[in-house]
Every structure is written in structure tokens, then in C-alpha cells.
């Protein structure tokens, strides 16, 4: 089925033509519709003959040695120890779109859509393998490093060996990849493999989950607090949209119901909720300067209790998959998944908010 014909991309036309009348000057907007139609019809599958490696550092992976050549993803850190390298394939539909869009304002829009519809494939792909440190080893790595390289590649039967040497070079690794994987690194492997962040609810997930990290460690522990309960609520979101658990009665009990979560785990996770609208949703009343030693213990049981309902979702994700995570074709996973990039990358939903 030609990507036009497909009723998600209808309704992403319909979405960023809207958006165009409302946003671009008259002159623009005549020309607008016209533009995408050449960009969903040619550019896009024509986009699958090419391919983009990026490749990144992480921050914070010192001493890591870690290494893993997967199909779409490459880790292993530098000689030196001193970073570990992420390299992703993401598709290269944010190249070569000024010859269709000739109009200054239309060309704008459309690369700068594309643009963040290439990097959310790339930035997923690199938050499976951070939330997998950190879920394992309990690191909180960041993607937003000092070293980034993207390389367009024409796609062949020796794309992967172009992937593998692109990665070696910016590097400057000239040492085997491989080495014998002990028991945790096996689990990492499990959990990266696991992980699809493409999935937006995954990926806020991990987000919400790995920020809360990062907030605790820096000793803001009321926002960790906050930030933590954000993770529970994409969860109760996810059971919502996905499983078709939408009573009337207790979202969160539902959900920990649905994944099997124990009575000890709920009231938790109940506990955490209370908290949060107590010292993080508002201006606490009273002890605001003892919440770390109140709360202490209880603290590091939210933390245990949130990583065990990720891995659950994790799995549940898995098993019932609604956004693939190794698309053989991208043009076709684009037209699939269309109107849930136009919801995760695009500025629609908090425009009104900026000035």
C-alpha cells in the first residue's frame, strides 16, 4: 500500500496542514499542503536507500566496559575507559528536503519535523541502553555529552560493516568488541534488548524514572519524589491505553492489579502518591526542611518498588507490541506510526505556552 493511502498518514496531513494555517503566513500555507504531499509520497520511501549512523558518549560511564554489536546498535567505550560510545542507525528523513521545499517558512517546518522524527528514533534507541545501566547497574548516564557524529550512509549489503567502522573511527577504538559477557552483563543485554523506547509510553517512562534518579542523587528529594510518581502515572496511562483498564474506581489499584503487583508493593506505591501531593504537587505545610529524614527508609522502597513495575511493563510492552522496534522498512513504519510522532516530537501540545 503506497505511505498516502495509509488512513494514519490522512490524518498526520490533515494534523500538520492545521497546524500550517495557524502557524505560517498566508503566501506559505497555499504552498504548504503541496510540499508534504512530494515529502510522504517520494521523499520518505525514497529515504529507505539511505541511513544515518549517530554516535554518541555517555555521561558519567567511566571505567564501563561493555560491548555489544547489535543489528541496529553498537556500545563499547573508548580505549581509555574513559566514555562509553552509543552508535544508533536512524533513518535519514531530515536530508535532502530544500529541494522540495522551496518556500522558506515551509521548509522550516517540514526539516525541522523530520529532524525530530530522525532523532526520537535515535535518541530511543540510545534511552534503552541507558535505562537498562541504570535499571542493572544503577548509573545514571546521559546521552547529551560532548561527542556526537552523524554519517549518512547509502544502505547495502555492507551497511553494517560501514556502522561497525564509522563507529571505530570516531572512537579511535582499535581493539576487538567482543569479550565474554559475565552474569550482569548479560542482564544488561536482556534489558537493552528488551527495552523499546520507540514506544512513547516506554520512553517517558524511562525519562520520568531515570530523571527522578538524577534528582535523588543530587539531593533534591522532593522533586525525586515527584518525578517518581510521574513514572507510576505514564505507567497507569500505558495500562489505560493499552490494556483497556479504566475503571471508575482507583486508576493506580487497577494497574498494580493488572501487573500482578503484591499488597505490600501497592500500599508503597499508595504511600508514594500521598507524598507527592503533600511535598512535591504543593506547598508542603509543615517539616519542610526534614523530608529527607522523615522519609528516608521509605525512599529507597519507592525507588525498588517503580524499578520492579518497569520491568513488568517492560515485558508486557513486549509482548504486546504496538510500535516495532526493528522495522525492516522505515517509510512504512512512519506511515504506522505517523500521528504518534506528531504527539511525541512536535511543539502542538505546549505552543500556547510559550511566548
Known sequence: MAIMQNPNIQKFK?????????????????????????????????????????????????GLNISLIGEEIIIAPDNNRENLFVGVIMPSWDRGLRHICKDEHVYDAISWFFHFASQYVARSRI?????????????????????????????????????????????????????????????????????????PYIHRISFNYLNACKLFERQFYEEAITSLDKTVDVVQQYARERMNINGTSNQRELTLTAFEMAAWEKSLLARLYDIRNFFGAHPSMSKWWDFYEIFEDDIVNFFDVVKRLIFKVVLHENTYRVVHKNPSNWSKWFADNAMMLWDAVWFENIQKHIR
Open 127 to 199: 534511552v534503552d541502553v541507558i535505562a537498562a545501566l541504570n535499571l542493572v547497574y544503577g548509573l545514571t548516564c546521559d546521552f547529551r555529552g560532548n561527542r556526537m557524529a552523524i554519517i549518512l550512509s547509502k544502505r547495502s549489503d555492507t551497511l553494517k560493516d560501514e556502522f561497525i567502522d564509522a563507529f571505530m573511527k570516531e572512537t579511535n577504538k582499535n581493539s576487538n568488541f567482543y569479550h565474554y559477557y559475565r552474569a550482569r552483563e548479560k542482564r544488561l543485554v536482556f534489558w537493552i534488548n528488551k527495552f523499546n523506547s520507540l514506544d
Open 14 to 62: 490533515s494534523k500538520f496542514c492545521q497546524w500550517a494555517q495557524s502557524n505560517l503566513p498566508d503566501k506559505s500555507v497555499r504552498k504548504f499542503a503541496s510540499s508534504l504531499n512530494q515529502v510522504l509520497n517520494k521523499h520518505i520511501p525514497d529515504s529507505d536507500n539511505f541511513s544515518q549512523f549517530m554516535i554518541r558518549n555517555l555521561v558519567d560511564s567511566k
